[in-house]
């Protein structure tokens, strides 16, 4: 079983930068493909983006693509998510998530294939 604490979130200004963190506990962290999702206020959750459990590949959503950077520590179990060039439309609370890396073909970008989940951290850009 993998737990997850996502941390980083907070109030930042429109072209400003910020990066989530995303802790997991046990030691098969690097079993894992992690993945960041965000939801806002009265929208479906929406896939941001996926890092292969070894790190060597990443795959993102069109509106964070060259934008924002997912990369992952394995000795350190925890996955990152650098945002750049804020947007208010990126406004949302963000989520990682865990798939085991056999759970089908990789790039995972529907939420039901992740089986462990974060509770989640307010990104809030202003204008």
């Known amino acids: 079983q993998v737990q997850l604490v996502d941390s980083g979130g907070g109030l930042v200004q429109a072209g400003g930068s910020l990066r989530l963190s995303c802790a997991a506990s046990?030691?098969?962290?690097?079993?894992?493909?992690m993945g960041w999702f965000r939801q806002a206020p009265g929208k479906e959750r929406e896939f941001v983006g996926t890092?292969?459990?070894?790190?060597?590949?990443?795959y993102y959503a069109d509106s964070v693509k060259g934008r924002f950077t997912i990369s992952r520590d394995n000795a350190k179990n925890t996955a990152y998510l650098q945002m750049n060039s804020l947007k208010p439309e990126d406004t949302a609370v963000y989520y990682c998530?865990?798939?085991?890396?056999?759970?089908?073909?990789?790039?995972?970008?529907?939420?039901?294939?992740?089986?462990?989940w974060g509770q989640g951290t307010q990104v809030t850009v202003s204008s």
């Open positions: 046990g030691r098969t962290f690097s079993s894992y493909h």
């Open positions: 998530a865990a798939a085991w890396e056999f759970s089908g073909r990789f790039p995972y970008t529907q939420s039901d294939t992740y089986r462990y």
């Open positions: 890092i292969r459990s070894s790190g060597t590949n990443t």
